[in-house]
């Protein structure tokens, strides 16, 4: 038997927030219609098989003149594991100073995905 | 023995113990400190002036509307111009703007003749019947179809809250206790006299208690026995508007009276803002500060009466007070079951304006019920100025700095409120605990933002002065906490679960 | 006192005074100056930790510190001086800025251009008159995210959220990610105030109820909010009987808007746009006061980040001609009306352009939201510009580029939105590639 499923994507690419349509058949993509742009596709066609999202939290800071640390993930990171990671960097505090960009995590949960500083914290002077 | 502020114990005694601290409390403590005596003030939230107090008019009446022969009618009067003597010494922000009843038709004209007559009785100074072309001129927002007013030139506007932190301040200054997050859990009668008062933080001895406990003093009065009086709390509403609109009216309007109540009223604050309100609603729950959308409404409606265009857009708050009706006139005197219990209760408007006066009445009915008084030489009746920052010129603004660097930090910007001011306010005598009493003693979030930029800033300085942490920080009660660490909601209850 | 002489100031340190500051010091203003209040530039970004910015500007998506970064590099590598934990008392038409700091203390600054970029503050519960008690819990969003996301603490464990403007949304992912559960979303308006993105990953993601045509009636608690009411509104937004319900929580986030702050401008009698409650500008950013300019969310409400810079830019490259004389004085100005379909449009008149100028900006925000739709540009009764859109929402600014030559002579202009005649596949956008 054949298996058609029409699926309702907003995308979340950018603001513009298209939305349109997605069919899958027998579990392939066979149809998307409503997008405007190539990464927009992309994530449409990512959505109805592998959710995924980009993840920004914070981390604790030691000896910085911030409590905190913003960091974000460096790729998207699968819908079912982003809380999984966000427990991990609970438990994470860097020490000053941090560069933006640095590594903070590298392959959480063997995950694949780096989780990077999203700006600097100087030393507390 | 040193005046002192704060959650602390209890003495073990006290000449006088007085149960409250509202303006009438801290105005009838700061009366005594004029003697040799230890006098000791119970509050139950963490600051002065959190009920009554704090949410009123802030009206200092000229006193034409009580029933002549009253406490009332003898008390308002006299605590007008108490005020106008004591506010600069004290540190209390006092405009005279006087103030208008304003009638729109014939008969109102004869009611707003009636009351200046019951004024002369009262010994009001200076009432004038004003035609229509004056009260436009000095008001020019007025609606139209004003017929005329009374204008009372000693009306003026005060603020309620540094009032009261004026009068403890200065309380504490000469010597008096004031224990906060104290609450009252019983009274000691022996022999028909009072020998102590009973606290969630302690037992003091004493032959001397002045209940002056507001919206509960009825329940304080029971404690001894004594049912004499009962509190029915009346909730008023209240809308704030913000200062950038502080021209629209120059002085209080309160529309001819009915039988019920004084009307709505559109006024001026000391601090440049505009209010209009209140509503009186009688409640079950003495407790009961929400305001309602009908409330809110009736409000506006029955500013509009006074006031056609209402800038609406530019409230900043809302809010509801409490007052301590207790039949027509105030209670003051003696308990008729305790011998030493004295009340001053029932204090409902003129409460404000009536305050200063009533310390001093207090003072002597304390000595009919046997208090002794000895003069204290080392009394001191005014309150160190405090800079405010915003009202300084340039050159003094900049000496501010230099000499303390956190006058260059401004804190909050709506109002102008400097780091050093908001310092000030919680290491003085009677300094604040809490966020609300740090905007109610500097204005720091009290503008257009209401704490949106600020609070997360005054939060932690109240943490840092204070030495405690940012969880422990409240708002205003002694449960209002504001922030819960990541750890507290990890631990899945929380400290403050 | 100190006393010092700049050619171009912006007052505040966020993504428009920096971007302004940046783009005149590009246009050859030699002496710039940012004045920030805050202990670092970056103003409101620090705070918005999530990503999703910087998509048009460096084509790339950046969280708010991300984007900050980026420019607080650019700055560090001008000569562009900055004043830190600094505030501006005043500044007075002329050009003359009164600041104070703790570590200089009070300065008088003589400034040939002003750049007005100090932001928008929340729209507050007393604004929006939610009837009800005043317990500690009720927190406008924004300081509420400035708590959770750089000092490290939190507002609350059950959350209700009032409103769904961007930063209500973007919290109610934020506190579930803390570990808070976040009950719900109440929007008086029948249609959502955030972007549609931030419903799909800060609401749907998790579960989390958004109530469109719904009014929070009232704030319960005596202490600490322990609930609130709240109740459908019809289309006149009044509350319909017999439809309240309670809701418990101990923290309710307000999200119910934004607004210019413009005190300083105030003081100093700026003309002020009475539905966008920022300055009247012409298309070089420039204000009612001389050497005044205006850029970000102090001149309008954006929804994102790059169109500040953008804007500031042009702000910046403008006070930096007025610096040196170039730009023409103001006077024989066109007005620009937002008419059917729209809310507001910035710039809100016309100044003479300057040669060989091919186009300008125009910024708007729809009335309410539509479907297919075609903006229209009216010059002297004449039907001058068309751009179809393929949605319009009034949470999304509309940007739309006018060619010099359609404009003209004309003295009337004016902008509407009006119903497209069929559904519209691509919009002629002028970013094709996000």
Redesign the interface.
């Known amino acids: 038997m054949m298996e058609r499923v029409v699926h309702a994507i907003q995308c979340i690419g950018c603001p513009i927030g298209c939305g349109g349509e997605v069919v899958v058949e027998n579990g392939t993509v066979s149809e998307m219609s409503g997008f405007t742009c190539k990464k927009g596709l992309a994530y449409a066609a990512e959505e109805v098989v592998a959710p995924k999202r980009m993840v920004t939290t914070t981390v604790r800071v030691s000896g910085g003149g911030l409590a905190l640390l913003p960091v974000v993930s460096a790729t998207p990171v699968p819908k079912e594991r982003i809380f999984d990671c966000l427990c991990l960097l609970r438990g994470v505090t860097v020490v000053a100073p941090v560069a933006e960009g640095a590594v903070i995590v590298s392959d959480a949960l063997g995950l694949g995905v780096d989780f990077r500083a999203a700006r600097a914290v100087s030393p507390l002077q | 023995m040193a005046g002192s502020f704060g959650a602390g114990p209890v003495p073990d005694s006290a000449d006088v113990v007085v149960i409250g601290g509202g303006v009438v409390g801290c105005a009838i403590a700061r009366a005594l400190s004029r003697y040799e005596l230890s006098v000791l003030v119970i509050e139950r939230s963490p600051d002065v002036a959190t009920g009554t107090s704090k949410a009123n008019s802030g009206i200092l009446h000229a006193g034409f509307d009580a029933e002549p022969g009253t406490w009332k009618a003898r008390l308002n009067v006299q605590g007008a111009r108490l005020y106008a003597e004591l506010s600069e010494g004290l540190g209390i922000p006092r405009k005279a703007t006087g103030s208008l009843v304003v009638a729109k038709d014939a008969a109102q004209m004869e009611t707003v003749a009636d009351l200046r007559h019951r004024g002369i009785d009262n010994g009001v100074p200076g009432l004038e019947i004003w035609s229509r072309e004056q009260v436009l001129a000095h008001e020019p927002n007025i609606s139209p179809e004003v017929a005329g007013a009374l204008w009372a030139p000693t009306g003026a506007i005060v603020c309620p809250f540094l009032a009261t932190v004026g009068f403890a301040e200065n309380a504490i200054r000469n010597s008096v206790r004031i224990v906060t997050e104290c609450a009252v859990t019983g009274l000691d009668v022996a022999d028909r006299q009072i020998v102590a008062v009973n606290t969630t933080r302690g037992r003091v001895a004493t032959r001397f208690v002045v209940n002056a406990a507001g919206l509960h003093s009825g329940e304080i009065a029971r404690l001894a026995g004594d049912d004499s009086f009962t509190i029915k709390p009346r909730r008023g509403e209240y809308i704030l508007f913000d200062r950038s609109v502080g021209k629209l009216v120059n002085t209080v309007l309160f529309p001819t009276p009915d039988k019920v109540s004084k009307g709505i009223l559109v006024s001026p604050t000391v601090h440049g803002n505009v209010f209009i309100g209140p509503d009186a609603t009688e409640i079950d729950d003495p407790e009961d500060k929400e305001t309602t959308a009908g409330g809110l409404a009736g409000i506006i409606a029955g500013a509009r009466r006074i006031m056609p265009t209402l800038p609406l857009g530019t409230a900043i708050t809302e809010f509801a007070g409490l007052r301590a009706a207790a039949g027509k006139d105030f209670v003051i005197g003696p308990s008729p079951v305790a011998r030493g219990l004295v009340h001053a209760a029932g204090i409902q408007s003129p409460g404000l304006t009536s305050a200063p006066a009533i310390g001093e009445v207090m003072v002597e009915v304390l000595q009919d019920v046997g208090l002794r008084l000895r003069q204290k030489a080392s009394f001191v009746p005014v309150n160190p100025a405090k800079p405010r920052f915003h009202e300084m010129d340039r050159a003094t603004q900049a000496e501010l700095i230099a000499a303390d660097p956190l006058f260059g930090r401004v804190i909050c910007r709506c109002e102008t409120i400097t780091e050093a001011e908001i310092v000030a306010a919680i290491l003085s005598p009677c300094g604040a605990r809490t966020v609300d009493g740090v905007k109610r003693r500097v204005r720091a979030g009290a503008g257009r933002c209401q704490g949106g930029f600020c609070g997360p800033r005054v939060t932690a300085i109240l943490a840092r002065e204070l030495g405690i942490p940012v969880t422990s920080v409240r708002k205003d009660s002694a449960d209002s906490w504001l922030f819960m660490s990541r750890a507290d909601l990890e631990a899945g209850e929380g400290v403050h679960a | 006192?100190r006393e010092l002489s700049y050619d171009v100031v912006t007052i505040g340190g966020g993504p428009a005074g920096m971007a302004a500051a940046l783009a005149a010091r590009e246009a050859g203003a030699e002496r710039v100056l940012i004045i920030e209040?805050d202990?670092e530039l970056g103003g409101i970004l620090?705070q918005c930790?999530?990503?999703?910015f910087g998509?048009r500007r460096f084509e790339e998506?950046l969280?708010?510190?991300?984007y900050?970064?980026r420019y607080i590099e650019m700055v560090k590598a001008t000569d562009i001086d900055v004043w830190l934990?600094t505030?501006v008392?005043a500044a007075e038409p002329g050009g003359v800025i009164?600041s104070?700091?703790?570590?200089?203390?009070?300065t008088v600054v003589r400034a040939k251009s002003v750049v007005y970029s100090m932001g928008c503050?929340?729209r507050?519960?007393?604004?929006i008159?939610t009837?009800?008690?005043?317990?500690?819990?009720v927190?406008?969003a924004?300081?509420a995210q400035?708590?959770v996301?750089?000092?490290?603490?939190?507002?609350?464990?059950e959350v209700v959220i009032v409103g769904s403007g961007d930063i209500g949304l973007i919290m109610a992912r934020r506190m579930t990610?803390?570990?808070?559960k976040v009950k719900a979303v109440f929007e008086i308006m029948p249609y959502s105030n955030g972007?549609?993105?931030n419903?799909?990953?800060c609401l749907e993601?998790f579960d989390i109820p958004l109530y469109l045509g719904h009014s929070v009636?009232?704030i319960?608690g005596?202490?600490?909010v322990t609930g609130v009411t709240v109740s459908k509104v019809n289309d006149r937004l009044e509350?319909i009987e017999d439809t309240a319900f309670d809701v418990s929580c101990d923290c309710v986030l307000l999200s119910v808007g934004l607004i210019p702050?413009n005190?300083l401008g105030?003081a100093a009698g700026l003309a002020l746009d009475p539905i966008t409650s920022g300055a009247r500008v012409d298309q070089f950013r420039q204000t009612s006061i001389p050497g005044f300019f205006a850029a970000g969310n102090v001149l309008h409400v954006h929804?994102?980040v790059d169109w500040v810079s953008e804007e500031a830019a042009i702000a910046g490259r403008s006070a930096a001609r007025h610096a040196r004389g170039e730009l023409p004085a103001l006077g024989s100005e066109r007005s620009v009306t937002a008419g059917e379909g729209l809310r507001t449009v910035v710039p809100q008149r016309l100044s003479a352009f300057e040669p060989g100028k091919m186009s300008t900006h125009f910024y708007f925000r729809a009335a309410k939201p539509m479907g297919a739709s075609v903006l229209q540009f009216w010059a002297d009764g004449v039907l001058a510009f068309e751009r179809k859109l393929r949605v319009v929402k009034p949470s999304?600014m509309i940007v739309a580029d006018i060619p010099v030559r359609k404009i003209g002579d004309a003295s009337t202009l004016e902008f509407l939105v009006v119903p497209a005649p069929e559904k519209i596949e691509?919009?002629d956008e002028i970013e094709?590639?996000?």
């Open positions: 006192m209040r202990r620090q930790i999530h990503n999703g998509l998506e969280t708010g510190p991300g900050a970064h934990d505030t008392l009164t104070v700091s703790p570590h200089a203390g009070m503050r929340e507050t519960r007393g604004a008159r009837p009800g008690s005043r317990p500690a819990g927190f406008t924004g300081a400035r708590m996301n750089m000092e490290g603490y939190l507002p609350g464990k990610f803390e570990g808070a972007l549609t993105r419903i799909v990953q993601d009636t009232a319960h005596k202490d600490r509350v702050e005190e105030r929804d994102l999304e691509a919009e094709e590639e996000a």
